[in-house]
């Protein structure tokens, strides 16, 4: 998701249409995917073990009004 509409639904959280509770993990010491995110949304097998029983832990927005958030961003950005 780019920073502004990460942005916008904190600004504007009615601009959400559809969010999923998932558990995102950041990779912080695995070199080759350092600062990667990933996130299960139980759909899907675990990648590696203990990683499928986690409880979510972030709130993931799927999809978003886009006319509403471009005329809102408009809005603010002319005013």
Request: hydrophobic share 40%; charged share 20%; with cysteine.
């Amino acid at each position: 998701m780019p920073d502004a509409v990460g942005m916008g639904v904190v600004l504007w959280d009615d601009i959400v249409l559809e969010d999923k509770l998932c558990y995102c993990y950041v990779c912080t010491t695995e070199e080759a995917a350092y600062g990667q995110v990933i996130i299960n949304d139980g759909s899907k097998s675990a990648i590696s073990d203990g990683f499928g029983g986690n409880p979510p832990n972030a709130t993931v927005c799927k999809t978003i009004d886009n006319q509403l958030f471009k005329k809102r961003l408009l809005e603010l950005l002319v005013s």
